[in-house]
């Protein structure tokens, strides 16, 4: 911390903040929308519609069930 201290003025030690947030908010989203299509297709699609219910997952199915896992974030957006 010294180091950017003495070698970054105020302004940049904000901006060099601002994007370490800023990377650390895309990871958390990549991981969320990973977990989504995991859940949607794996455990939704295979599981549930073609191996419990003995049906294809439609069209509409799919755009509810793709939503639903990430539903903690629509909160902040």
């Given at each position: 911390m010294q180091g950017i201290d003495l070698l970054?003025?105020?302004g940049?030690?904000?901006l060099?903040?601002?994007a370490?947030?800023?990377a650390l908010a895309s990871t958390i989203?990549?991981?969320l929308n990973w977990g989504a299509s995991y859940w949607s297709h794996d455990i939704y699609?295979?599981?549930w519609?073609?191996?419990l219910c003995g049906r294809k997952p439609s069209g509409r199915d799919w755009c509810g069930w793709r939503a639903w896992p990430t539903w903690p974030?629509?909160?902040w957006r």
């Amino acid at each position: 911390m010294q180091g950017i201290d003495l070698l970054l003025s105020p302004g940049a030690r904000g901006l060099m903040l601002v994007a370490m947030l800023a990377a650390l908010a895309s990871t958390i989203d990549t991981h969320l929308n990973w977990g989504a299509s995991y859940w949607s297709h794996d455990i939704y699609g295979r599981l549930w519609c073609e191996a419990l219910c003995g049906r294809k997952p439609s069209g509409r199915d799919w755009c509810g069930w793709r939503a639903w896992p990430t539903w903690p974030c629509w909160r902040w957006r």
